[in-house]
């Protein structure tokens, strides 16, 4: 059910600002793609728009087309509401519903589509999606418990396992780990290991080494200059990424000789 | 730092000096405060004193008689039992078709509308708080009655098997229905400011695992907002209902009054505290202030409950968010 | 292919092939809405027209109605059910908005239009002196020269008093007493307008004894209704002058008081004068209040707030609904007019000087 991402020719405005310019990619299905670079250089904005989630930003809007194997999800007939359902995503701040149990967070988002689900089938699927994000051994004792009483990479797996138990074909990470412990990180990379089986996962990092232990391909986005709009500088397999980039920009962002 | 002695002999140190400006303007800031706290308890202290005549003289049960002999130096015999039904049904009346809209309007004004206006729109509810509320019994009295019969008559023909609208309808408007509409009207602006703030203060990133999962924006709005935002709106509803007990034109030049208690809307009759103060006060001998007064006490004591109520709910969403 | 079906629980990975998902719901087009509002106001406005009982306002509901029936039939049957949900509430919301906006529009054309019958020069200058109810002549002279005496004079306890309370809220309260004020500021806010009527013949009978109506009265009631609200608007602008500014100027060795009077407060005069114009026309319309303290039935002149009854704008037109013949509700509607005249002003004032003298804080 994974699916293949195709980017070409995306342009990101909000407003008339040109926030990210000319981007494209392609997105290999069952891979973990990570998105690398300076703060502000449009990586979190890029990621956004393969679900249409900067809608949601007044103003925002894109240019270009973006794929997900035969189908334009910017095509005029396509309904945003879909294209969330078949691209899920977890944001970079844990964020489970405060009024909802554990129980009710995993099947949120499933009992849209499926009003009728009968306890087992629910059951069924909590079980399931938490066992998928690692969580199911911690909080089957508490599963009625609020979400908020997680720790913060418990209610970052319980947001995992809340955007799989959709049943997306490809799952979007904002900065996932960046306010995690490490131990708690350490978790969510193995996860990531353990989805990327079953989905297509991009994610954006601002850590290297995460993005060098957990991801296939890696993406290198910059800005063109100061006011300037973000660009996609180089992409290619992690490993040649990291050792022997073909862009003198790059080299210098992974050395740490930035600026 | 405590108070120095400035004529003590240590002339390099430097010590804490009170001086006379600031003793003055600290005390006057502290004097004001405590005065408001002294109105405050004069408010309750003086209706008390004022009201304990007449309720020492009176020779029926205040809280259970209906009528309202008080005009009198001789055994007077009145009681609140037809007002305090006659407030807490127009309050009621107006919360329950309030309600319901003013959240349609926050959420309107927060995630419909079109951002650009959504601002203006906003003010345009607002202006509803700013006009006062002689106007809006005038406007119910010499506008709203009249387009309201055909309304009522319908109502009773359709629903009068229920007996809040049963016949026979009053020929003038002059209803409890009619006040009630009038008291929505006027507590819709503050229901819907303050839905409208914890519906703004619903964090982005609930709105947007919602959406991320492809959520409509109802389904957003059921999921991220509403649970959300229920101890506002509610507090909000409460605060909304303080008003309307307490509010006393719109009735007194509304409804056509009688002291029963009466469950048909449409009918005249009933009537509230405050509108029976307001039309007693001018023609009040014997008692009647004093009593007049014990009934104001008793409009106090359900507008303190309800209010001190409304700011408890909000406060507890306050501590949590 | 539509978008609701949906296989169930599919296990792991490979568990057999998954139904092709498609994105491409069919949906109403574009311009659906708008098509099928504009037939349905025409469906309910013709209908009214035939049955010869056209009123706006029917029509309007009937269109309401007539289109949530009609697109969210529509959508339940070309998209799917929980997008037919989501059009139905979003013109549930709308209608919501739209229910706001008539009893306004409805409540100030009725004023202009019946107010400007009787609102003219003479009117606004002759009092009801000599006057018999019913008679086609008087004015509000008397009862604009009474508001104007009774919020000046309740403006004059209340901004102080009010001003101070706030100052010692964010500038020196800590601990109970603080808590304590800003609980039952709280509570005053609430406090029935009649009910500070009720207080104050309370007040006035102990002190002067029965039946004492003046204007001074009216005032100190106004006044119970107009502190909280100055001192919870002023405690909010005090709030927002930022701290080192305050810091900055202890640094330069200058006392607290005067740090206050100096620096806090020009910051902040911008706000707080709005606070205290949207405070005077909350309490300009006030109408119970002084029914019973500063008298319902003065028809003269009157500049005197310690001596007899007063008349003022809110009063006048609730006496004036009560003799109830067809002069007397003119003159209510004149003075009505006056009235929402005179807040909306002040409105428009508070707004103005907010943002002209909204303080320069931004670096």
């Given at each position: 059910?994974a699916?293949?991402?195709d980017?070409?020719?995306?342009?990101?405005?909000?407003g008339?600002f040109?926030?990210?310019?000319?981007?494209?990619m392609?997105i290999?299905?069952?891979?973990?793609?990570?998105?690398?670079?300076?703060?502000g250089?449009g990586?979190?904005?890029?990621?956004?728009?393969?679900n249409?989630?900067?809608?949601?930003?007044?103003g925002?809007?894109?240019?270009?087309?973006?794929?997900?194997?035969?189908?334009?999800?910017?095509?005029?007939?396509v309904?945003?509401?879909?294209?969330?359902r078949e691209?899920g995503?977890?944001?970079?701040?844990?964020?489970p519903?405060?009024?909802?149990?554990?129980?009710?967070?995993?099947?949120?988002g499933?009992?849209?589509?499926?009003?009728?689900?009968?306890?087992?089938?629910?059951d069924?699927?909590?079980?399931?999606?938490?066992?998928?994000?690692?969580?199911?051994?911690e909080?089957?004792?508490?599963l009625?418990?609020?979400?908020?009483?997680l720790?913060?990479?418990?209610q970052?797996?319980?947001?995992?396992?809340?955007?799989t138990?959709?049943?997306?074909?490809v799952?979007?990470?904002?900065e996932?780990?960046?306010?995690?412990?490490p131990?708690?990180?350490l978790?969510?990379?193995?996860?990531?290991?353990?989805?990327?089986?079953?989905?297509t996962?991009?994610?954006v990092?601002h850590?290297?080494?995460?993005?060098?232990?957990v991801?296939?391909?890696?993406?290198?986005?910059?800005?063109?200059?100061?006011?300037?709009?973000g660009?996609?500088?180089?992409?290619?397999?992690?490993?040649?990424i990291?050792?022997?980039p073909?862009?003198?920009?790059?080299e210098?962002?992974i050395?740490?000789?930035?600026? | 730092m405590?108070?120095?002695?400035?004529?003590?002999?240590?002339?390099?140190?430097?010590?804490?000096?009170r001086?006379?400006?600031d003793?003055?303007?600290?005390n006057?800031?502290r004097?004001?405060?405590?005065?408001i706290?002294?109105?405050?308890?004069?408010?309750?202290?003086?209706?008390?004193?004022?009201?304990?005549?007449?309720?020492?003289?009176?020779t029926?049960?205040?809280?259970?008689t209906e009528?309202?002999?008080?005009?009198?130096?001789?055994?007077p015999a009145?009681?609140?039992a037809?007002?305090?039904?006659?407030t807490v049904?127009?309050?009621a009346?107006?919360?329950?078709?309030?309600?319901?809209?003013?959240?349609?309007i926050?959420?309107?004004?927060v995630?419909?509308?079109?951002?650009?206006?959504?601002?203006?729109?906003?003010?345009?509810?607002?202006?509803?708080a700013?006009?006062?509320?002689?106007?809006?019994?005038?406007w119910?009295?010499?506008?709203?009655?009249?387009?309201?019969?055909g309304?009522?008559?319908g109502?009773?023909?359709?629903l009068?098997?229920i007996?809040?609208?049963a016949g026979?309808?009053?020929?003038?408007?002059?209803?409890?229905?009619?006040a009630?509409?009038?008291?929505?009207v006027?507590?819709?602006?503050i229901?819907?400011a303050?839905?409208?703030?914890?519906?703004?203060?619903v964090?982005?990133?609930h709105?947007?695992?919602a959406?991320?999962?492809?959520?409509?924006?109802?389904e957003?709005?059921?999921?991220?907002?509403?649970?959300?935002?229920?101890?506002?709106v509610?507090?909000?509803a409460m605060?909304g209902?303080?008003?309307?007990?307490?509010?006393?034109?719109?009735?007194a030049?509304?409804?056509?009054p009688?002291?029963?208690?009466?469950?048909?809307?449409?009918q005249s009759?009933?009537?509230?505290?405050a509108?029976?103060?307001?039309?007693?006060?001018?023609?009040?001998?014997?008692?009647?202030?004093s009593?007049?007064?014990?009934?104001g006490?008793?409009?106090?004591?359900?507008?303190?409950?309800?209010?001190?109520?409304a700011r408890?709910?909000?406060?507890?969403?306050k501590?949590?968010s | 292919?539509t978008t609701?079906?949906r296989?169930?629980?599919?296990?792991?990975?490979?568990?057999?092939?998954?139904?092709?998902?498609?994105?491409?719901?069919?949906?109403?087009?574009r311009?659906?809405?708008?098509?099928v509002?504009?037939?349905c106001?025409?469906?309910?406005?013709?209908?009214?027209?035939?049955?010869?009982?056209?009123?706006?306002?029917s029509?309007?509901?009937i269109?309401a109605?007539?289109y949530?029936?009609v697109?969210?039939a529509?959508?339940?049957?070309?998209?799917n059910?929980?997008?037919?949900?989501?059009?139905?509430?979003?013109t549930?919301?709308?209608?919501?908005f739209?229910?706001?906006m008539?009893?306004?529009?409805?409540?100030?054309?009725?004023v202009v239009?019946?107010?400007l019958?009787?609102?003219?020069?003479?009117?606004?200058?002759v009092s009801?002196?000599?006057?018999?109810p019913?008679?086609?002549?008087?004015g509000?002279?008397?009862?604009?020269?009474?508001?104007?005496?009774i919020t000046?004079?309740?403006?004059?306890?209340s901004?102080?008093?009010?001003?101070?309370?706030?100052?010692y809220?964010?500038e020196?309260?800590?601990?109970?007493?603080?808590?304590?004020?800003?609980?039952?500021?709280?509570?005053?806010?609430?406090?029935?307008?009649?009910?500070?009527?009720?207080?104050?013949?309370?007040?006035?009978?102990m002190?002067?004894?029965?039946?004492q109506?003046n204007?001074?009265?009216?005032?100190?009631s106004?006044?119970?209704?107009?502190?909280?609200?100055?001192v919870?608007?002023?405690?909010e602008?005090l709030?927002?002058?930022?701290q080192?500014?305050?810091?900055?100027?202890y640094?330069l060795g200058?006392?607290?008081w005067?740090?206050?009077v100096?620096v806090?407060l020009?910051?902040?005069?911008?706000?707080?004068?709005?606070?205290?114009?949207?405070a005077l026309?909350?309490?300009?319309?006030?109408?119970?209040?002084?029914?019973?303290?500063?008298?319902?039935?003065?028809?003269?002149?009157?500049?005197?707030?310690f001596?007899?009854?007063?008349?003022?704008?809110?009063?006048?037109i609730?006496?004036?609904?009560?003799?109830?013949?067809?002069?007397?509700?003119?003159?209510?509607?004149?003075?009505?007019?006056?009235?929402?005249?005179i807040v909306m002003?002040?409105f428009?004032?508070?707004r103005?000087?907010?943002?002209l003298?909204?303080?320069?804080l931004?670096?």
């Amino acid at each position: 059910m994974a699916k293949r991402i195709d980017v070409s020719g995306l342009h990101v405005y909000y407003g008339d600002f040109l926030a990210v310019e000319d981007v494209s990619m392609t997105i290999e299905p069952r891979s973990v793609t990570a998105f690398i670079g300076s703060s502000g250089c449009g990586k979190s904005t890029f990621l956004r728009t393969l679900n249409r989630m900067h809608e949601v930003t007044p103003g925002a809007r894109v240019d270009g087309k973006v794929m997900l194997d035969d189908m334009d999800i910017y095509g005029a007939d396509v309904d945003p509401v879909e294209v969330r359902r078949e691209v899920g995503m977890v944001f970079q701040k844990a964020n489970p519903f405060p009024t909802m149990s554990i129980y009710d967070n995993v099947i949120a988002g499933a009992k849209l589509n499926n009003k009728r689900m009968n306890k087992a089938a629910a059951d069924d699927l909590v079980e399931r999606s938490l066992r998928g994000a690692n969580l199911w051994e911690e909080v089957k004792d508490r599963l009625n418990k609020p979400g908020a009483g997680l720790s913060g990479g418990q209610q970052q797996r319980l947001c995992i396992a809340r955007a799989t138990a959709v049943e997306p074909s490809v799952l979007l990470m904002d900065e996932p780990c960046s306010a995690l412990d490490p131990i708690s990180t350490l978790a969510i990379e193995d996860l990531i290991h353990k989805l990327k089986e079953e989905y297509t996962i991009v994610i954006v990092t601002h850590n290297m080494q995460q993005a060098a232990r957990v991801s296939d391909r890696t993406a290198f986005f910059n800005l063109a200059g100061t006011g300037k709009p973000g660009r996609l500088i180089e992409m290619g397999e992690t490993n040649k990424i990291f050792t022997k980039p073909d862009e003198q920009e790059t080299e210098n962002y992974i050395t740490g000789r930035f600026g | 730092m405590t108070t120095t002695d400035p004529s003590a002999t240590a002339p390099p140190q430097i010590r804490g000096k009170r001086r006379v400006g600031d003793v003055v303007f600290a005390n006057t800031a502290r004097g004001s405060g405590i005065l408001i706290l002294a109105i405050l308890a004069g408010v309750a202290a003086f209706l008390l004193i004022q009201s304990s005549d007449s309720l020492s003289a009176n020779t029926a049960n205040f809280f259970t008689t209906e009528s309202w002999d008080a005009n009198t130096r001789e055994n007077p015999a009145f009681g609140v039992a037809a007002l305090a039904f006659g407030t807490v049904l127009a309050a009621a009346i107006a919360l329950v078709i309030a309600t319901p809209i003013a959240i349609g309007i926050a959420l309107f004004i927060v995630y419909y509308a079109p951002r650009r206006i959504a601002a203006v729109l906003g003010y345009l509810v607002d202006l509803l708080a700013a006009i006062p509320s002689v106007v809006y019994g005038l406007w119910g009295i010499g506008y709203l009655v009249f387009e309201l019969q055909g309304f009522y008559d319908g109502l009773n023909t359709y629903l009068g098997w229920i007996p809040l609208f049963a016949g026979p309808v009053s020929t003038t408007g002059r209803t409890m229905l009619s006040a009630g509409i009038v008291l929505a009207v006027m507590i819709l602006p503050i229901i819907t400011a303050m839905s409208r703030d914890v519906f703004k203060q619903v964090p982005q990133g609930h709105q947007e695992a919602a959406l991320a999962m492809g959520a409509t924006r109802w389904e957003m709005i059921r999921m991220a907002v509403l649970p959300f935002g229920r101890p506002g709106v509610i507090g909000g509803a409460m605060l909304g209902l303080g008003r309307a007990l307490g509010e006393t034109m719109a009735v007194a030049m509304i409804l056509s009054p009688a002291l029963v208690i009466s469950p048909f809307l449409l009918q005249s009759g009933n009537q509230t505290i405050a509108a029976h103060i307001a039309l007693q006060y001018p023609e009040a001998t014997g008692y009647g202030v004093s009593a007049l007064i014990a009934a104001g006490l008793v409009l106090f004591a359900i507008t303190l409950v309800v209010n001190m109520g409304a700011r408890f709910v909000v406060a507890r969403r306050k501590e949590f968010s | 292919m539509t978008t609701t079906t949906r296989p169930q629980s599919t296990g792991s990975a490979g568990d057999g092939p998954q139904a092709q998902r498609s994105m491409r719901g069919r949906s109403l087009p574009r311009l659906a809405p708008p098509a099928v509002l504009a037939v349905c106001a025409l469906a309910a406005s013709g209908a009214l027209f035939a049955v010869g009982s056209f009123h706006l306002v029917s029509a309007g509901l009937i269109t309401a109605v007539l289109y949530a029936v009609v697109i969210g039939a529509a959508s339940a049957s070309v998209e799917n059910p929980r997008k037919a949900k989501d059009r139905l509430v979003t013109t549930v919301v709308y209608i919501c908005f739209g229910a706001a906006m008539l009893p306004l529009l409805s409540l100030l054309t009725t004023v202009v239009l019946e107010g400007l019958k009787r609102l003219d020069g003479y009117f606004l200058t002759v009092s009801m002196n000599g006057v018999t109810p019913s008679m086609d002549a008087g004015g509000v002279y008397h009862a604009i020269v009474g508001t104007v005496a009774i919020t000046g004079l309740a403006a004059l306890i209340s901004i102080p008093i009010g001003l101070f309370t706030a100052v010692y809220l964010v500038e020196y309260g800590r601990g109970r007493l603080a808590k304590a004020i800003t609980f039952f500021v709280d509570v005053m806010t609430g406090i029935p307008s009649i009910v500070a009527g009720l207080f104050v013949v309370a007040l006035w009978m102990m002190l002067f004894g029965p039946g004492q109506t003046n204007g001074a009265a009216g005032a100190v009631s106004l006044a119970v209704l107009m502190i909280p609200v100055v001192v919870r608007s002023s405690e909010e602008m005090l709030r927002l002058v930022p701290q080192e500014l305050r810091e900055a100027s202890y640094a330069l060795g200058v006392p607290k008081w005067l740090t206050i009077v100096k620096v806090v407060l020009p910051t902040a005069v911008a706000g707080l004068t709005t606070g205290i114009m949207l405070a005077l026309a909350r309490v300009i319309g006030e109408t119970a209040p002084l029914v019973l303290t500063a008298g319902s039935s003065a028809v003269a002149i009157n500049w005197n707030l310690f001596n007899g009854q007063m008349m003022s704008l809110p009063v006048f037109i609730y006496s004036q609904v009560r003799m109830g013949g067809a002069v007397n509700m003119e003159r209510a509607w004149a003075a009505a007019l006056t009235l929402i005249a005179i807040v909306m002003l002040l409105f428009l004032a508070a707004r103005l000087v907010s943002r002209l003298f909204a303080p320069k804080l931004g670096r």
